[in-house]
């Protein structure tokens, strides 16, 4: 089935370390999105990307980044800039020209 | 530049009553607009979306919203709740062309009273 695919589900860290969430579709969707999720903010932008080779900064990318080597793979690497990295993280593509998103199950990430 | 504001963070109903959940959006141009459901600790569904065709959109579930320009709403509706309706809704905002920005609210989570 076709779908957005996020690993790992369940992310624990150390203080300090940089780790890299894996984003996956086989929609053959252009744009892909990564948000934040925290208790009560809603979801936050964090990168998005048209195309492949191409990504844009949303509201929170400080302590980010992002590749878009291929068109069904967006990582997200959250380093050790990030001041408060413990949070639920979203995948989502985008289907056409309309804004619909479809989104992974999600990755929560816990810092220790 | 673009916003949702969805008033009321937590809203309870019994089984059975009418629901009602508010997004007011601002948009400098034309929006589309969508109504997400999350349970917990799953990724988003797509309820229904405006994309400038009827104003009255109707989605799964028997939820429906309805686009009023004047009022800049898009509030979701469901006549009759059931318990599998508890879950966290999100507001969202679009606009056409460019790099297309998806916007959210801070999300309304529906509790479902027996």
């Known amino acids: 089935d076709g779908g957005i695919t996020q690993s790992p589900k369940y992310l624990f860290r150390k203080e300090g370390q940089n780790v890299t969430l894996s984003c996956e579709q086989n929609?053959?969707?252009?744009?892909m999105y990564w948000y934040r999720q925290d208790p009560g903010q809603g979801l936050r932008l964090i990168y998005y990307?048209?195309?492949?080779?191409?990504?844009q900064k949303g509201d929170i990318a400080e302590g980010y980044s992002v590749s878009r080597e291929k068109k069904e793979s967006f990582p997200l690497t959250v380093t050790s800039a990030q001041k408060n990295p413990t949070a639920f993280y979203l995948c989502?593509?985008?289907?056409?020209?309309?804004?619909?998103?479809?989104f992974g199950e999600g990755s929560r990430l816990t810092v220790l | 530049a673009q916003s949702v504001t969805q008033l009321g963070s937590h809203v309870s109903v019994s089984e059975g009553a009418l629901v009602l959940l508010r997004c007011n959006y601002s948009?400098?141009?034309?929006?589309?607009l969508f109504w997400y459901v999350q349970y917990p600790n799953q990724g988003l569904q797509l309820l229904l979306k405006y994309t400038s065709a009827a104003t009255l959109v109707k989605g799964i579930n028997d939820f429906e919203a309805e686009f009023k320009k004047s009022e800049t709403s898009f509030h979701l509706t469901k006549p009759s709740a059931h318990m599998s309706d508890a879950a966290e809704y999100f507001c969202a905002v679009s606009t056409s062309g460019g790099y297309q920005k998806v916007t959210f609210g801070t999300g309304t989570k529906l509790q479902v009273i027996p």
């Open positions: 989502a593509s985008r289907l056409g020209n309309t804004g619909e998103l479809f």
């Open positions: 990307s048209q195309i492949v080779n191409d990504f």
């Open positions: 929609l053959n969707h252009d744009a």
């Open positions: 948009s400098s141009v034309p929006p589309y």
